[in-house]
């Protein structure tokens, strides 16, 4: 059904987008925030990756990246802890900003060509050979790292504070914890991490684009869900395994999708399609529950009387 | 031990909302004393609570705790003294996390016990689980369980637990066997009565059973319209009868005590 090409391919960018996946599982998930922060965070990632791959530090495009999406992460979290904007507005308004400030670090230019540029993905290439597939080992070490030190981090005593500031805010004020601190520490984490996935993304297609970002928040939903779905019953590792595997799936729905020639402008209704219903799915289940339970009533009602 | 001076609180203040709901309150508890809190509804006993866990800044007035001044400040930082348990079970766990997660949370109340990277150890686990085993409720074997599958008994001995695992300055239970069933109850309220003893724990107790009232602990105070208006203890708290203590009540406020929940459970 697939070639050779587009599995590699699918499984590539599952990789790379499997961070924001991992993102939205600790903003979303764990800190049960609606991180709107995330659109502009990925391209600001793309943006600032490729500016420095550009100038010539492919590989310090990466870090500078992180830093600059926790940055963003940062204002959304002071927006809502500090000056009381609500956490998705605050989301939002983090998010309008970040699009002059992308534009700024790409030069006031909409998008940033890299096609001479080097990458890490180039150097990977001249050490692992033209044969081998560099560019999967390259998304998938990054991707497995982050996703290791992460989890890592959850199991310390600040990762539990930051679990129980989206379980129960009370108990974690009653320990004597901040919980504008751990708010803080929690966005600052994913918004890094969306970053670094944009970072890689545009070293990956070598070009960064001001649009890159748009709707990647559902396309972060709907990845992490999928995962859920389909393995997401258990403990942290298992829950990570399913992000990533998730957005796995999800590409491949995708090349799926263009396969069977949908046109690429329909993928982002698509995604959000996805989205919706499976969010959707439990509230769906629930009603069609109670539709079959009332007519079974019914029926035994009528044969009673 | 704990210091309240002319403490005031007013809600919604210059609207047609506006509540009094704390006015010139003072309050002083030695150390190591039990204090139960009994009063009408919407006497100010919880805001009482609020005020001294930091829930908000009161209006006006001072609070010392151990002879630190904390009038202001914040309700994470004064947790680190101050235990405090509510009515609802849910309120004092996380549910999604383990029973040994949760205690671990608790046990950061500690001062510079760990840094922020550390990770639940082998003798962290050691201490949980014979703490746990203390409630005898066999807690102990279900350290990786998540607390959302304990029923809401076990979830309040846990939370009384993780309450006083650092032993705290000061213990404020709101009510917090009052959503529980009768046996429970019982079982929850003499946990506390030991915990409180084994740590000569200063303690704040509101409760609508006028019989814990008069027997738990060493004092008795009784609240109305933001005021305690009744404050006993000694012999005289040992010769007052539930309806003798009805009716200092009636006496002292000018109107008869009107917490339905005490007067419907006054019989028992």
Redesign the interface.
């Known amino acids: 059904m697939f070639t050779v090409a587009t599995v590699l391919n699918a499984l590539e960018l599952g990789f790379i987008y499997a961070l924001v996946a991992m993102a939205l599982f600790l903003s979303f998930r764990v800190l049960n925030i609606a991180d709107m922060t995330t659109d502009g965070a990925f391209t600001l990632g793309c943006a600032v990756s490729a500016t420095a791959a550009v100038a010539g530090h492919p590989f310090l495009g990466l870090p500078l990246a992180m830093l600059a999406g926790a940055a963003a992460g940062f204002i959304t979290a002071f927006l809502q802890t500090k000056l009381a904007v609500p956490s998705i507005l605050a989301g939002i308004i983090t998010n309008t900003g970040l699009y002059t400030v992308n534009l700024a670090v790409m030069g006031f230019s909409s998008n940033v060509p890299m096609l001479k540029t080097k990458t890490v993905f180039t150097a990977a290439q001249s050490v692992f050979g033209e044969s081998a597939p560099y560019k999967l080992i390259v998304a998938a070490l990054v991707t497995v790292v982050v996703c290791a030190l992460l989890i890592a981090?959850l199991?310390?005593?600040?990762g539990?504070?930051i679990?129980?500031t989206g379980?129960?805010p009370?108990?974690?004020?009653?320990?004597?914890?901040?919980?504008a601190f751990t708010i803080t520490v929690g966005l600052c984490i994913a918004n890094a991490m969306t970053a670094l996935s944009g970072a890689v993304l545009a070293q990956y297609q070598r070009s960064a684009d001001i649009n890159l970002g748009t709707g990647m928040v559902v396309i972060g939903l709907a990845s992490l869900i999928i995962g859920e779905t389909l393995f997401g019953r258990g403990g942290m590792w298992v829950k990570a395994v399913a992000a990533v595997a998730g957005s796995v799936i999800y590409r491949f729905i995708i090349a799926l999708a263009l396969r069977a020639n949908v046109p690429s402008e329909c993928l982002k209704l698509i995604s959000a399609v996805i989205v919706a219903l499976a969010i959707a799915a439990p509230a769906l289940k629930a009603k069609a529950d109670f539709r079959r339970r009332r007519a079974n009533a019914q029926k035994g009602g009528a044969r009673h009387a | 031990m704990l210091d309240l001076k002319n403490i005031g609180k007013t809600f919604n203040p210059g609207t047609v909302n506006e509540k009094v709901a704390l006015e010139n309150v003072n309050l002083h508890l030695d150390d190591g004393d039990f204090a139960t809190i009994v009063g009408s509804n919407g006497a100010g006993k919880s805001t009482l609570f609020n005020a001294i866990a930091g829930e908000f800044i009161a209006d006006t007035g001072m609070i010392t705790l151990d002879g630190r001044d904390i009038t202001f400040l914040?309700?994470?930082?004064r947790?680190?003294a101050i235990?405090?348990m509510f009515q609802d079970p849910?309120?004092?766990?996380?549910?999604?996390?383990t029973i040994e997660?949760?205690l671990?949370?608790?046990f950061?109340?500690a001062s510079g016990h760990?840094?922020?990277?550390?990770?639940?150890n082998k003798k962290d686990r050691e201490l949980f689980a014979e703490k746990l085993s203390a409630l005898g409720l066999g807690l102990e074997d279900r350290m990786k369980q998540p607390v959302g599958l304990l029923s809401g008994g076990q979830r309040q001995a846990l939370t009384l637990l993780?309450?006083t695992l650092v032993t705290p300055k000061l213990l404020l239970l709101d009510e917090h066997t009052a959503a529980l069933d009768p046996g429970t109850a019982d079982k929850v309220l003499e946990l506390t009565k030991k915990i409180v003893a084994e740590n000569h724990l200063t303690c704040l107790m509101i409760t609508h059973n006028m019989h814990d009232a008069l027997t738990l602990g060493n004092r008795t105070l009784m609240m109305d319209h933001g005021h305690i208006v009744l404050d006993i203890s000694g012999g005289e708290r040992a010769h007052t009868t539930v309806d003798g203590l009805l009716d200092r009540f009636a006496e002292n406020v000018g109107h008869a005590l009107d917490n339905d929940r005490i007067l419907l459970s006054k019989e028992k």
């Open positions: 981090f199991g310390t005593r600040m539990l504070s679990r129980a379980d129960n009370d108990m974690v004020r009653a320990s004597s914890i901040n919980t | 914040p309700d994470f930082k947790s680190k235990g405090r849910l309120r004092g766990t996380a549910p999604h996390m997660e949760n671990a949370l608790a950061l109340r760990t840094s922020a990277f550390s990770r639940i993780m309450a």
